[in-house]
């Protein structure tokens, strides 16, 4: 069967031609830097190729998947920072108008250190008061209900502030009595 040996003879020669191919595909792959599955004898090479080096994956697919991985991270970060049960909570009016007040208190203390006007001394010593008074009401309501107000920062601040401004205006008040003293003694002979 003469037929038969060169069929098995041709079939021979290709086994050899693909070996060869391979040892050359293998030596040229350390040098290509992308190689395409044409360049492949057979189909199977190139995908066993893929699978053996996943980071010679075609740029656009990892672009999607990276981009997949940002946008789980995003939704994920979110998550967590507002959760189902974080709700805001209003912040407690009183203690928002202390504030505001004790502000006020310190803005017209300025106002009449640059004017020299002593009605605006008498507003803001009433500012003052009135923020200390609204400050202690809304830090008690918020005491009393934790989960439903917020605001106690605002409350605190607005007492510290109030206090550290009637302070300043009880040390004022005596230091004009104390020279007030001081000068009538001297105009009077006593000193």
């Known amino acids: 069967m003469p037929g038969a040996d060169t069929v098995f003879s ?6 050899e031609i693909d070996t060869v191919n391979i040892l050359n595909l293998t030596a040229s792959i350390t040098t290509q830097p992308q190689p395409t599955a044409a360049t492949f004898p057979s189909k199977k090479i190139a995908a066993d190729f893929k699978a053996a080096n996943p980071s010679r994956r075609p740029v656009s697919k990892l672009i999607k998947r ?7 991270q995003k939704n994920y970060q979110q998550k967590i920072k507002s959760g189902p049960d974080d709700k805001k909570k209003p912040v407690n009016r009183w203690a928002l108008i202390g ?13 009449t250190a640059a004017t020299d006007l002593g009605a605006i ?10 923020g200390l008074i609204s400050s202690i009401i809304g830090l008690n ?3 009393q209900n934790p989960d439903k107000y917020a605001g106690r920062g605002k409350a605190r601040a ?20 104390l020279i007030t003293a001081f000068i009538n003694a001297m105009f009077s002979g006593w000193i």
């Open 66 to 72: 990276s981009s997949k991985l940002l946008k789980q």
């Open 158 to 177: 607005g007492i510290a502030i109030s206090i550290g401004t009637l302070v300043f205006y009880v040390i004022t008040i005596l230091l004009m009595l």
């Open 141 to 143: 309501k918020i005491n």
């Open 99 to 111: 504030f505001i007040l004790a502000l006020s208190g310190i803005a017209l203390i300025i106002l």
């Open 10 to 15: 041709a079939s021979k020669l290709m086994l």
């Open 121 to 130: 001394a008498i507003i803001s010593l009433l500012a003052t008061v009135g």
